[in-house]
């Protein structure tokens, strides 16, 4: 028999304007050996905030997909998200591929 092999993802949301919220999240994700990380939005409602979250996001170091909620502001969200895109390629903007 074959063996399935399987993910194990890590979902964070709502982070808002404090992602220091971020933080004990990754560590506890860490820890339990997720191999992909889903940031499903609502992750800044600035530049700033938007910035912080990705850039501790991806330092978890695995595949990270990403999507606007209904709290960024669109223009802040792809601003942020064109540097972060051009740095890490474990990165994935789900609105580029509606499959995902």
Do not use: C, W
Not at 17 to 36: F, M, Q, Y
Not at 38 to 67: F, K
């Amino acid at each position: 028999m074959a063996k399935i092999n399987r993910k194990k993802y890590g979902i964070i949301s709502d982070i808002h304007t404090n992602p220091r919220k971020i933080t004990p999240i990754l560590h506890k994700l860490k820890n339990e050996g997720v191999d992909a990380l889903v940031l499903n939005g609502d992750i800044g409602n600035n530049l700033i905030s938007i910035y912080n979250t990705l850039d501790q996001a991806t330092s978890l170091g695995v595949e990270t997909y990403v999507q606007p909620g209904s709290h960024e502001k669109l223009e802040d969200y792809f601003t942020v998200l064109e540097i972060f895109l051009n740095k890490n390629s474990n990165l994935i903007n789900v609105i580029q591929d509606p499959k995902i």
